[in-house]
């Protein structure tokens, strides 16, 4: 979540290794601040918009809510994007030109505890409150490509 009150005016989301937040309402576009004149993702150049293959997958690189603990995990709010543009595919994960929040997890700290609540999150990005056991459900449904390590 975006870290202070200044920064949730350009957004609320604001993913641990980005300078800017994710503006609300409309897809994200990544760029490269090393390299401008390129489009991300390329594959010799670490610029492009992360994303996990999977909850599990993101649980274990570090990117998951906690449920209570150091204030700064219980920011962290997980969910479904959808990758759309250039996509590049690695081990656990995938880079993107562009994402669009689909749903926020109901993983983590209570909604008492974040600086806005899950609902108002997803409502600001067009997207569903889900659990993340419902992952694969929820893309289904939603025609959304399922990527995996074995896709690599």
């Known amino acids: 979540m975006a870290p202070t009150l200044w920064a949730q005016l350009g957004g609320l989301l604001w993913a641990p290794n980005m300078k800017e937040p994710r503006p609300t309402g409309e897809e ?6 090393a390299a401008p004149d390129h489009t991300p993702p390329q594959r010799d150049c670490s610029c492009g918009i992360y994303a996990f293959y999977s909850p599990v ?3 274990e ?8 603990g150091v204030p700064l995990f219980n920011r962290i709010v997980a969910g ?13 994960g995938l880079l993107a030109a562009r994402v669009s929040v689909e749903a ?3 993983d983590g700290a209570p909604d008492s505890e974040l600086p806005i609540p899950r609902a108002e999150i997803a409502d ?5 409150v889900i659990d993340s056991q419902d992952y694969e459900a929820f893309c289904t449904e939603r025609g959304l490509i399922i990527f995996s390590p074995d896709d690599v």
């Open 80 to 92: 479904i994007v959808g990758a759309a543009g250039e996509v590049v595919l690695h081990e656990r």
């Open 104 to 106: 926020i997890f109901t």
């Open 61 to 68: 690189g570090g990117y998951w809510p906690q449920e209570k």
């Open 28 to 33: 994200y576009v990544a760029t490269c601040p």
């Open 57 to 59: 997958l993101a649980e």
């Open 124 to 128: 600001a990005y067009g997207a569903d």
